[in-house]
């Protein structure tokens, strides 16, 4: 029972990743720059009133959707299968927001696809502009993730040398 009254302590592994590198901070790149920037073709819409802004905002939502299922999977791979991870009240919150969000992505893409252009004002513009404050908010609890917690960071215990680094002459 006193474990539970205990704060963790940093660090986990990862499970997903691609030569050591974890895959959802990867991933993530992709749903953060299209759901970010279907706001601002949204308001180039509103503004300019072409349909060709309608259009982009209808594939970058789409893409946005798409990019951030797959990020998700990976992350919810991590969360449940690493326990350093699943015991941190930190990846709940993180988990809660970007699930949020992934919901608002489909929302705004789905009811879109019948007419994207009379479509944007005023729903998809508010679900567009609520996104964008999901992706903040569900980022910058990824970034404690990793900066705060050290979740899937690694420590470089058991790496060799770097031959780059130039302050280490031992090699030479
Ligand atoms: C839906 C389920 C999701 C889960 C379970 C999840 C879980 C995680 C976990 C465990 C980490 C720590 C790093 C790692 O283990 O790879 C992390 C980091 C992060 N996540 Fe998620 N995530 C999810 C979705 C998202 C989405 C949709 C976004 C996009 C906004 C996002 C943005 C981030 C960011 C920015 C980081 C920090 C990456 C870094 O600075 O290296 N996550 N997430």
Same mark, same amino acid.
Do not use: C
């Given at each position: 029972?006193?474990?539970?009254?205990?704060?963790?302590?940093?660090?986990?592994?990862?499970?997903?990743?691609?030569?050591?590198?974890?895959?959802?901070?990867?991933?993530?790149?992709?749903?953060?720059?299209?759901?970010?920037?279907?706001?601002?073709?949204?308001?180039?819409?509103?503004?300019?009133?072409? &349909?060709?802004? &309608?259009?982009?905002?209808?594939?970058?939502?789409?893409?946005?959707?798409?990019?951030?299922?797959?990020?998700?999977?990976?992350?919810? @791979?991590?969360?449940?299968?690493?326990?350093?991870?699943?015991?941190?009240?930190? $990846?709940?919150?993180?988990?809660?927001?970007?699930? &949020?969000?992934?919901?608002?992505?489909?929302?705004?893409? @789905?009811?879109?696809?019948?007419?994207? @252009?009379?479509?944007?004002?005023?729903?998809?513009?508010?679900? $567009?502009?609520?996104?964008?404050?999901?992706?903040?908010?569900?980022?910058?609890?990824?970034?404690?993730?990793?900066?705060?917690?050290?979740?899937?960071?690694?420590?470089?215990?058991?790496?060799?040398?770097?031959?780059?680094?130039?302050?280490?002459? $031992? $090699?030479?």
């Amino acid at each position: 029972m006193e474990r539970f009254g205990k704060p963790l302590p940093p660090g986990s592994g990862t499970l997903v990743a691609f030569a050591r590198h974890p895959l959802h901070p990867m991933l993530v790149t992709f749903p953060i720059a299209f759901l970010l920037g279907v706001l601002g073709t949204d308001l180039a819409f509103w503004y300019t009133g072409d &349909a060709f802004w &309608a259009r982009v905002s209808l594939w970058l939502v789409g893409a946005g959707a798409f990019m951030g299922i797959l990020a998700g999977i990976a992350g919810t @791979v991590e969360l449940l299968w690493v326990t350093e991870i699943r015991r941190r009240p930190a $990846s709940w919150n993180h988990f809660v927001l970007a699930v &949020a969000l992934l919901a608002t992505a489909v929302i705004n893409w @789905v009811m879109r696809l019948a007419d994207p @252009v009379g479509s944007i004002m005023p729903t998809g513009l508010y679900l $567009s502009a609520l996104g964008a404050v999901l992706v903040g908010a569900a980022g910058w609890l990824g970034g404690k993730l990793v900066f705060e917690h050290q979740i899937a960071v690694d420590k470089g215990e058991d790496h060799d040398t770097d031959p780059l680094d130039l302050a280490d002459d $031992s $090699s030479r």
